[in-house]
């Protein structure tokens, strides 16, 4: 009975903003802390203007470390990381890199090792500045001052895909959905946007599919796969002052061109 009076309790669970601005969300896909191939250059800018710019939040779609696990573990002897450091890694990106985050996800590199026990117990020592840790899906609502509310889905994936539309399983989402204004996914690193408005639903979900920063991925070459250069973080602007669906929620895969938006709406 506890178990299923805490799970849904975190059904649409609310987060409110303290005031009326326009606020913005960085969506960091899949970080690969300790992967060789990690764009540690973006990465780093992202999580600076994180940091450093008023009014905007992150959120971790999972993945943070590749923590091998099963049959997988040999892999550690092809990364230069240890295991000591990835955490250290994993702990600087949840406290000392500043990011103010609504919360992170757990995916399913976190479920191959001990991952998401050691991160759970890594965050709780943090009492008060501890961030919430959600197992692969979490469904909230931003809420605001003037009555505003933005209801998001974020998932480290959503189940269908298609090799012709890379946010298939996030269509489907929102298509049997409620009314959800963003969904989005990482966990297959490659990238998406689309919205379009749902009659039906009278709603104009975005939806969207984020890449992650794991570069120089000898899988996706033996499997055939372009590797794509950008749409590592996407950056959603929700503004609560909109009077249209569409302009209540804008996307930027440039995440320093969506910082200059947001700090332009701001002002």
């Given at each position: 009975?506890?178990?299923l009076a805490?799970?849904s309790a975190?059904k649409w669970y609310?987060?409110?903003?303290?005031?009326?601005e326009?606020?913005?969300v960085?969506?960091?896909g899949d970080?690969?802390?300790?992967d060789?191939?990690?764009?540690?250059?973006?990465l780093k800018?992202?999580a600076?203007?994180c940091?450093d710019?008023?009014?905007?939040?992150?959120?971790?779609?999972?993945?943070?470390?590749?923590?091998?696990?099963?049959?997988?573990?040999r892999?550690?002897?092809n990364?230069?990381?240890?295991v000591?450091?990835?955490?250290?890694l994993?702990?600087?990106?949840?406290v000392?890199?500043?990011?103010?985050?609504l919360?992170?996800?757990m995916?399913?590199?976190?479920?191959?090792?001990?991952?998401a026990p050691?991160?759970?117990e890594m965050?709780?020592?943090?009492?008060?500045r501890?961030?919430p840790?959600?197992d692969?899906?979490?469904?909230f609502?931003?809420t605001?001052?003037?009555?505003?509310e933005?209801?998001?889905?974020?998932a480290h994936?959503?189940?269908g895909?298609?090799?012709?539309?890379p946010?298939?399983?996030v269509v489907?989402?929102?298509?049997f959905g409620d009314?959800?204004d963003?969904?989005i996914?990482?966990h297959?690193?490659?990238?998406g946007v689309?919205?379009?408005e749902m009659?039906?639903q009278?709603?104009?979900?975005?939806?969207?599919r984020?890449?992650?920063?794991?570069?120089l991925d000898?899988y996706?070459?033996?499997?055939?796969?372009h590797?794509q250069d950008?749409?590592q973080?996407?950056?959603v602007i929700?503004?609560?002052?909109?009077?249209?669906?569409?302009?209540?929620?804008?996307a930027?895969?440039?995440?320093e061109?969506?910082?200059d938006y947001?700090n332009?709406?701001r002002?």
């Amino acid at each position: 009975t506890q178990r299923l009076a805490n799970r849904s309790a975190k059904k649409w669970y609310p987060i409110q903003i303290k005031g009326d601005e326009p606020i913005g969300v960085t969506f960091f896909g899949d970080p690969h802390l300790d992967d060789n191939g990690c764009n540690w250059p973006v990465l780093k800018r992202h999580a600076d203007l994180c940091r450093d710019t008023e009014g905007l939040y992150g959120i971790n779609i999972g993945d943070t470390t590749n923590c091998w696990g099963g049959k997988l573990v040999r892999l550690y002897a092809n990364q230069d990381t240890s295991v000591k450091t990835a955490r250290r890694l994993a702990e600087w990106f949840l406290v000392e890199s500043g990011i103010k985050w609504l919360l992170w996800l757990m995916g399913n590199h976190e479920h191959m090792g001990d991952g998401a026990p050691i991160l759970e117990e890594m965050n709780r020592r943090y009492g008060t500045r501890a961030v919430p840790m959600i197992d692969w899906k979490a469904d909230f609502v931003l809420t605001f001052p003037n009555g505003q509310e933005f209801k998001i889905s974020a998932a480290h994936d959503f189940p269908g895909s298609s090799q012709w539309n890379p946010i298939h399983g996030v269509v489907k989402a929102a298509r049997f959905g409620d009314q959800i204004d963003v969904l989005i996914a990482g966990h297959k690193h490659n990238w998406g946007v689309s919205q379009w408005e749902m009659a039906e639903q009278g709603s104009a979900p975005l939806m969207i599919r984020t890449r992650g920063y794991k570069h120089l991925d000898e899988y996706a070459t033996k499997i055939g796969a372009h590797e794509q250069d950008e749409g590592q973080a996407v950056l959603v602007i929700f503004d609560p002052t909109s009077e249209t669906r569409a302009g209540r929620v804008m996307a930027f895969v440039d995440v320093e061109r969506g910082v200059d938006y947001l700090n332009y709406l701001r002002r």
